[in-house]
């Protein structure tokens, strides 16, 4: 039988993103990521989850754009972000802009359930299929405004964010559990840093700066109502 040629691309992604990690290790702190999440990127199939017309540059390690000014993220971001938030078998995991859903079938491959919000309608629709076409039952989407996060599911092991923000989100916060952890770009549109935010078992909070980064602003909707593009 013929071995699918995703499957060499994705493991050879995987190789890169941690010769990234080896050069980067100064501004990580250690040496290399958490090899169950260098195992997640080499499994779960990134071309299902880009516009059909940029499939063959799914494996490369840059962000892709997916449509309405959103990008899928660049691949070694993606593992950095799952292995800062030392993602655990037990964990519940929000994670704020779904995109087409990868970063959740990633996430996905590590805890036990994900709650992921989108706010642009047309991209989380085309998420959810995307999850439920591949199996990913474990991760729950809603469309609207993850700003406000997911009350009815609160709190949460850890938070994710794939949008800069000038402040932490105070409402994303409210619904960390005591130990748990954040991580998300923060800063302005033109310099941001990916930032960890700790939350200890008291509720006081401590952050960490890891390495400047670029994301698309956190959008939020007037009145909690959801941006449909025209």
């Known amino acids: 039988m ?30 290399a990521l958490d090899g169950r999440v260098l195992k997640a990127m080499a499994k779960v199939p990134r071309h299902e989850f880009v516009p059909v017309e940029i499939r063959p540059y799914a494996y490369v390690d840059q962000p892709l754009p997916i449509g309405w000014n959103k990008t899928i993220s660049q691949p070694f971001i993606a593992a950095l972000m799952a292995d800062l938030l030392d993602l655990q078998p037990r964990d519940t995991v929000l994670e704020v802009g779904s995109g087409l859903g990868y970063h959740a079938a990633v996430i996905a491959e590590l805890v036990e359930k994900v709650f992921t919000v989108e706010i642009v309608e047309e991209l989380g629709t085309a998420a959810k299929k995307n999850l439920a076409r591949l199996g990913y039952k474990s991760v729950k989407l809603r469309i609207g405004d993850g700003t406000r996060g997911w009350p009815e599911h609160a709190p949460f092991d850890k938070i994710v964010v794939a949008a800069g923000s000038e402040l932490i989100p105070p409402m994303l916060l409210q619904q960390l559990k005591p130990g748990g952890r954040m991580v998300l770009p923060t800063g302005t549109a033109e310099a941001q840093e990916l930032m960890v935010v700790m939350k200890d078992a008291s509720g006081k909070t401590s952050t960490r700066s890891v390495i400047p980064v670029r994301f698309a602003m956190l959008e939020a909707a007037d009145e909690g109502r959801v941006h449909r593009v025209s």
């Open 2 to 31: 013929e071995q699918d040629p995703n499957t060499e691309l994705r493991q050879m992604m995987a190789e890169v993103i941690a010769l990234h990690a080896q050069f980067a290790k100064e501004q990580l702190g250690k040496d």
